[in-house]
């Protein structure tokens, strides 16, 4: 491994312990969509200019991350004001490196046009409402979570990268590890360059107020908690890095998301007893995240008792203006790329030049197959309008 390339922020001991384990080794990404009713709030996310891009997010990022660059996807990558999606990242590591790749569909609003595993899940609704889903939903999601961790435990491959695209997600993450109990507030980040803490703060309270779980004054089920706030995604994920730990090693890929999720971990583990090894779950992200100013993703970290690694990749000497816009804070995260980013080191010692050259090779063959030809040629793409160049995200949402 490049050991410039990854650092470790929080629990050294064990972030150290978890990447000797898995240097030179082979994972599996298993990436598990869903969606929330969250992310049509006006300004709540930049992973997508307006609400109804938002709603495709999901849908867009997986069929490029599978079927790659195309002049006339299904779901073309949302335009943002600043930025590509960190679907590059991803997708120029597990196609160079041949990673195998799962998709799971726990909730959205249309069927992805790839191959995936069907969890019979549903969109969650805005947690401002405080019934964001059935309960009978959530129990079900984590027991197929369970299921699926074990399976893909049995798979060859050396360790699991666990991923997420959930729009709205870092929204749903401050409200579950808040309805927990855990201190989150000023601490989750955002695809927005300065984190929107006050508007996800009021949306947050608004919805732990309706959901009525602490009138009774009895004690409050994990996952009761995620019904209430939360999103499809989480116990799905929460439930296949619980079993697959008794296994394998576990890297939870995202930020604020994966943090929310190990937080419902610890959360069950306590409540229900659900057995799982902490030592063996380690959380992967991008310095964009870990380093953002405007949140504190390692005190976040810390306050849920995780190991945090941060892929050291940089943009700042790319020839590219949507990948220099990471070092303005824009987009920082999502669909694992922070994780793979830091696989990539681990497996094939990949450093700063193979990783930039890799996406920035992506990146080229996508605008030389995109229909709009107002950026084709040009290495200083700056501000993208159009929804065929690359200017998605479904980051840090």
Known sequence: MDGSMVRVYTRPDRGHAWLR?????????????????????????????????????????????????????????PPLAQGASPVYITR??????????????????????????????????????????????????????????????????????????????????????????????????????????????????????????????????????VAAVGDPMQPVVAGMAMA?????????????????????????????????????????TTRWVAEDPTGDTAGLATEVNAALVGSQLSFQQSRFGVLRAYESGFVKEGVGAGACAIAASLYQNWGQTELLATIEALLEQTLSLTADSEFSGQPDIGSPKSSLSPSADGGEA
């Open 92 to 225: 120029a590591v597990v196609a160079e490196q041949g990673i195998p790749v799962d998709v799971f569909n726990a909730g959205l609003p249309a069927t992805p046009v790839v191959p995936h595993i069907d969890l019979a899940g549903r969109t969650a609704r805005c947690l401002t409402t405080g019934g964001a889903m059935s309960l009978d939903l959530v129990q079900d999601l984590w027991q197929q979570g369970v299921h699926w961790g074990k399976i893909l435990a049995t798979y060859p491959e050396d360790y699991l990268l666990l991923t997420e695209c959930v729009v709205g997600g870092t929204t749903t993450a401050l409200a579950l590890l808040t309805g927990l109990g855990f201190d989150a507030a000023g601490k989750v980040n955002s695809s927005h360059p300065r984190c929107n803490h006050r508007q996800k703060i009021t949306v947050v309270q608004q919805g732990l107020a309706r959901s009525g779980l602490w009138t009774s004054g009895h004690s409050v089920s994990p996952l009761a908690v």
């Open 21 to 77: 384990q898995v240097q030179g080794k082979c994972p599996r990404l298993a990436l598990v969509l869903g969606f929330t009713e969250t992310a049509l709030l006006p300004g709540i996310s930049a992973a997508g200019a307006t609400p109804n891009h938002r709603r495709y997010t999901a849908l867009a990022d997986t069929e490029f991350l599978i079927k790659g660059p195309s002049a006339q996807p299904t779901y073309p990558l």
């Open 244 to 284: 697959a730990s008794n296994t394998k090693p576990v890297m939870l890929a995202g930020g604020t998301q994966m943090l929310a999720v190990y937080g419902l971990m610890t959360a069950l583990a306590k409540a229900h007893g659900c057995p799982w090894l902490p030592q063996q779950v380690i959380v992967g």
